[in-house]
């Protein structure tokens, strides 16, 4: 995913951890992200130039799975939001109050594109539940951690929605 760095919001450490805030493009559209990097240096990230990442959704809890784009309508959790977007939770004020840390945080919504057989091949772990999904023009790789996963069951094509942490690490 080609993503635009603004600013760190905080420096990696010594292992490369930090919270990056960038934007990213769809279409005519652009929309910012915060995410934690994963093994990124300071100077690795460059503020003048797009850089290729690869971008990780953690789901926060189980998502929300509908069948088809009816069935995502007519629910009323969903009201109003559509079929694929995305709100960088992460960026907002809670409550209003500054002061407030920012978190790597997205509330999601897209179609399944491909559920993958054995998330040990990508460095997660046996049981993990590793599907990518599609919004707005891009893909992400999204995971449900494995004490998640019971009775939880998505299909290429359903429709996800919820709440994520939003991880990446520039490729190479």
Not at 15 to 30: I, M, N, P, R
Not at 70 to 78: D, I, K, N, V, Y
Not at 138 to 156: F, P, R, W
Request: with cysteine.
């Amino acid at each position: 995913m080609i993503l635009f760095a603004e600013k760190w919001v905080r420096k990696p450490n010594s292992e490369g951890k930090g919270f990056l805030h960038a934007w990213v493009e769809s279409g005519d559209t652009e929309y910012p992200i915060l995410f934690e990097t994963r093994g990124v240096s300071v100077d690795a990230v460059s503020f003048d130039d797009e850089q290729e990442w690869e971008v990780v959704l953690e789901c926060a809890d189980r998502p929300k799975i509908y069948s088809d784009e009816a069935s995502f309508l007519e629910s009323e959790e969903q009201s109003p939001m559509d079929m694929e977007s995305a709100i960088p939770i992460g960026l907002l004020l809670l409550n209003g109050k500054v002061g407030n840390e920012p978190f790597p945080g997205i509330v999601l919504s897209g179609i399944v594109e491909r559920i993958y057989d054995d998330p040990s091949q990508y460095g997660f772990a046996d049981g993990d539940l590793l599907y990518s999904v599609s919004c707005m023009e891009h893909e992400y790789l999204a995971v449900l951690k494995a004490e998640h996963t019971s009775d939880v069951v998505i299909s290429e094509g359903d429709i996800v929605s919820g709440a994520y942490l939003v991880q990446g690490r520039l490729k190479a």
